[in-house]
Nanobody, 122 residues
């Protein structure tokens, strides 16, 4: 198993940047693919980005492609989401998740963090 804790959320103006971090416990972090998802109240959790266990491949939702970058540091048991050119529609609770493969479907991720709020003001 792996426990996940997100950090780095906050309030930022349109066009600004934030970097989210997700720290994992346990010695098996490097075996897991990692994903970032987001959710607004009353809506389903949606895919943002994913990265394979060895960082060989990354995947992005069309809505964030070119603005967000997912990366990981297996030595630090941490995955990051660098968010640039933020828009009000990026406002959501952001969750990191771990799975065997870099899926874009939330139901295929068995391990989740508690989430961190990102608010982009217009």
């Amino acid at each position: 198993q792996v426990q996940l804790v997100e950090s780095g959320g906050g309030l930022v103006q349109t066009g600004g940047s934030l970097r989210l971090s997700c720290a994992a416990s346990g010695r098996t972090f490097s075996r897991y693919a990692m994903g970032w998802f987001r959710q607004v109240p009353g809506k389903e959790r949606t895919f943002v980005a994913a990265i394979t266990s060895s960082s060989t491949r990354t995947y992005y939702a069309d809505s964030v492609k070119g603005r967000f970058t997912i990366s990981r540091d297996n030595a630090k048991n941490t995955v990051y989401l660098q968010m640039n050119s933020l828009k009000p529609e990026d406002t959501a609770v952001y969750y990191c998740a771990a799975s065997q493969s870099a899926y874009s479907t939330s139901s295929l991720y068995p391990y989740w963090g508690q989430g961190t709020q990102v608010t982009v003001s217009s």
